[in-house]
């Protein structure tokens, strides 16, 4: 069996822990053109402190074979793509009252053994109190980052059951969500 792990790291959820109860001064990320979606990464200012939420795609398995698949990561660091993007500041100057991670297990099955499990971070919820901010991983192999505003965001996700769809005879796909409250 394989088994992947392409969720955040516990230094970026530790990191991520530090945004409780802070100001969120402000997002940035690409103009929107046709989706509200911004292209491999999104930054946010709390309390005066910057953060990356890239979606990088890296070459490694998928059920099979060698994709590009993208993968979530939380960071400091402003990597030079970043100033070549079109970017706008959003100013949004309201307290992070909790952050929901958004975590998924997507199993195979062949002739009902499972070949592979992975676990994948699909997202965060920031809670603002009155409302809410999503940022969402879309597809595998897309490096774009949805962004999501308004109440009860966990519902504008990819369902989980997409992924159990449309496989080869013999396989089975299973898809599990949870949610951890930070």
């Not at 491999?40 to 990356?52: E, I, K, L, T, W």
Request: charged content about 25%.
């Amino acid at each position: 069996m394989t088994e992947i792990d392409i969720r955040l790291s516990e230094q970026e959820v530790a990191a991520l822990r530090t945004w409780k109860h802070q100001q969120l001064l402000s997002i940035q990320h690409e103009k929107f053109l046709y989706t509200a979606a911004s292209e491999q990464a999104v930054g946010f200012n709390v309390a005066g402190s910057f953060f990356y939420l890239y979606n990088f795609t890296e070459p490694m398995d998928y059920f099979g074979t060698t994709e590009d698949v993208a993968r979530l990561t939380l960071e400091t660091v402003r990597y030079p793509c970043v100033d070549k993007k079109d970017w706008m500041t959003f100013p949004i100057e309201e307290t992070i009252e909790s952050i929901q991670l958004v975590q998924e297990q997507q199993e195979l099955y062949e002739a009902g053994e499972k070949i592979y499990d992975v676990h994948m971070t699909r997202g965060l919820i920031l809670d603002l109190g009155d409302r809410e901010l999503a940022f969402e991983k879309h597809i595998w192999f897309t490096e774009e980052i949805l962004i999501h505003q308004g109440h009860s965001l966990i519902t504008a996700f990819r369902d989980p059951k997409e992924f159990e769809e449309d496989w080869v005879e013999g396989c089975q796909a299973k898809c599990t969500r949870s949610v951890l409250t930070l």
